[in-house]
């Protein structure tokens, strides 16, 4: 299965290529700027619950080797959250760090998904085998939790940055419930057994 981890990683880089892609082409509709925000914004998002999808897919398919993907898919999901705030800073502000701190402290939306970014940043910090091993697996664990109210604050971000149409954050809600459901089955039947 040497092809599953490079097979994934193409994957994952299609959506920048795809925008880099309609950029070279000038096919980004006629707000660029607003375009590649959202459309990263949307990734960031969908990577957040892919990486959180790995294990209860890996448990329901039975099939091992998906571990493999969880910290890639992470990471990506950091990446592109990355991109998807660069992109704000750079192209829309053009990083006018006051307006930054501005919409920071005035926007709600804006000040959970700033939470949510800095709640992944140790995640992505502590991703490296040598972290993993100087903090010890439990610890590890519990850090790495962070990811659920990352990803609750992901989707509250979204639904209170739409006006009217909430059937697309609505989406987003209904997976990482079913997402973050599962793994509290999966700790109460833990409790249960001990
Ligand atoms: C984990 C962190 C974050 C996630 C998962 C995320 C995700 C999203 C999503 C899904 C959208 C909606 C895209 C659409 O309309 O289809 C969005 C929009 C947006 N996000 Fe984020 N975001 C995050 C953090 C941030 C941060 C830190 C900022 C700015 C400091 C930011 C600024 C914006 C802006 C300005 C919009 C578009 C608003 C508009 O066009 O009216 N986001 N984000």
Request: charged residues 15%.
């Given at each position: 299965?040497?092809?599953?981890?490079?097979?994934?990683?193409?994957?994952?880089?299609l959506?920048?290529?795809w925008?880099?892609?309609?950029?070279g082409?000038?096919?980004?509709?006629?707000?660029?700027?607003?375009t590649?925000?959202?459309?990263?914004?949307?990734?960031?998002l969908?990577?957040?619950?892919?990486?959180?999808?790995?294990?209860?897919?890996?448990?329901?398919?039975g099939?091992?080797?998906?571990?493999?993907?969880?910290?890639?898919?992470?990471?990506f999901?950091?990446?592109?959250?990355?991109?998807?705030?660069?992109?704000?800073?750079?192209?829309?502000?053009?990083?006018?760090?006051?307006?930054?701190?501005?919409?920071v402290v005035?926007?709600?939306?804006?000040?959970?998904?700033?939470?949510?970014?800095?709640?992944?940043?140790?995640?992505?910090?502590?991703?490296?085998?040598?972290?993993?091993?100087?903090?010890?697996?439990?610890?590890?664990?519990?850090l790495?939790?962070?990811?659920?109210?990352?990803?609750?604050?992901?989707?509250?971000?979204?639904?209170?940055?739409v006006?009217?149409?909430?059937?697309?954050?609505?989406?987003?809600?209904v997976?990482?419930?079913?997402?973050?459901?599962?793994?509290l089955?999966?700790f109460?039947?833990?409790?249960?057994r001990?």
């Amino acid at each position: 299965m040497r092809w599953l981890k490079p097979a994934a990683f193409a994957v994952a880089l299609l959506p920048l290529a795809w925008l880099l892609w309609r950029a070279g082409f000038g096919s980004l509709g006629v707000n660029p700027v607003e375009t590649i925000n959202r459309y990263l914004g949307d990734w960031a998002l969908r990577f957040l619950l892919i990486a959180l999808a790995v294990t209860p897919v890996r448990q329901w398919t039975g099939w091992p080797a998906l571990a493999r993907l969880r910290r890639m898919t992470g990471l990506f999901a950091f990446f592109y959250v990355c991109l998807h705030l660069a992109s704000y800073v750079g192209i829309d502000l053009f990083f006018d760090w006051a307006a930054l701190w501005a919409d920071v402290v005035k926007r709600n939306y804006i000040t959970l998904g700033m939470i949510a970014v800095l709640l992944l940043v140790p995640l992505a910090l502590t991703s490296t085998n040598g972290m993993i091993r100087r903090l010890g697996g439990a610890r590890w664990r519990r850090l790495h939790l962070l990811v659920f109210p990352a990803s609750i604050l992901g989707v509250a971000h979204f639904w209170m940055m739409v006006k009217a149409d909430i059937r697309e954050p609505l989406v987003y809600a209904v997976v990482l419930s079913v997402l973050l459901g599962w793994r509290l089955w999966g700790f109460a039947r833990r409790a249960q057994r001990a």
